[in-house]
């Protein structure tokens, strides 16, 4: 099946750095790619729709100049956290949404967990 | 616009026990409702998913949930559950037929089995 691939599923930083997120469609192309923050004991909260060869949108709250998205590919989204400080410290999670015919399902990167110290 | 209430934050319940975890949703148009599950410190697995056709859906571990639509329900249960099952389950609604639309996810309900 549809597989996307996260990386690095985790990552510690210095406050102030910048840290890159990569997320591949394996034996797809994704169009589209979403990015997810997950809080601890929290919900997963839409930061980012990502689309290929065009602008990202972000949701309310968001701060695009903080965390860039950019889609290159139609197998490759990234997800780069500008500046980061500890506040930024999170779960980080693509998806990707596969829509063709009867198959209709969302498939999830492995996860980044983000620790800026 | 879509939303999702899963009304139980924490779920206890005993080994061997049935369990069920709430989900209601909202929305104006018809929808597609998933239920997935995440291990600590790991993505996201889909557990099962209703698109169309019967309102029964169940998954290969043994987890089935109904979509009720009078009632915007989508509740998962498990008639007897194991120890592995213990994680945290949520709930997801996306409007039907839609394309590249994201999921709207519940807060999610930890599931915690007790041996």
């Known amino acids: 099946g549809a597989v996307v691939s996260q990386h690095p599923s985790r990552v510690i930083c210095k406050s102030g750095t910048s840290v890159k997120i990569e997320c591949r469609s394996l034996d797809f192309q994704a169009t589209t790619m979403f990015w997810y923050r997950q809080f601890p004991k929290q919900s997963l909260m839409l930061m980012a729709t990502?689309?290929?060869?065009?602008?990202?949108?972000?949701e309310q709250g968001v701060e695009k100049d903080k965390f860039l998205i950019n889609h290159a590919s139609l197998t490759l989204s990234t997800l780069t956290v500008t500046s980061a400080h500890p506040e930024d410290s999170s779960f980080y999670i693509c998806?990707?949404?596969?829509?063709?015919?009867?198959?209709?399902?969302?498939?999830f990167g492995q996860g980044t967990r983000l620790t800026v110290v | 616009a879509q939303s999702v209430t899963q009304l139980d934050s924490q779920v206890p319940v005993f080994e061997e026990a049935p369990v069920e975890l709430r989900c209601n949703y909202s929305?104006?148009?018809?929808?597609?409702l998933f239920w997935y599950v995440q291990y600590p410190n790991q993505g996201l697995q889909l557990l099962l998913k209703?698109?169309?056709?019967?309102?029964l859906v169940e998954s290969i571990n043994g987890f089935e949930a109904e979509f009720n639509k009078s009632q915007t329900s989508f509740h998962l249960r498990k008639p007897s559950v194991h120890i592995s099952d213990t994680a945290e389950y949520f709930c997801?609604?996306?409007?039907?037929?839609?394309?590249?639309?994201?999921?709207?996810f519940g807060k999610g309900t930890r599931l915690s089995v007790i041996a």
């Open positions: 998806s990707a949404r596969v829509w063709t015919g009867g198959l209709d399902e969302a498939f």
């Open positions: 997801a609604v996306t409007p039907g037929r839609s394309g590249n639309t994201p999921l709207v």
């Open positions: 209703y698109l169309s056709g019967s309102t």
């Open positions: 929305s104006s148009v018809s929808v597609y």
């Open positions: 990502s689309n290929e060869g065009s602008k990202a949108t972000y």
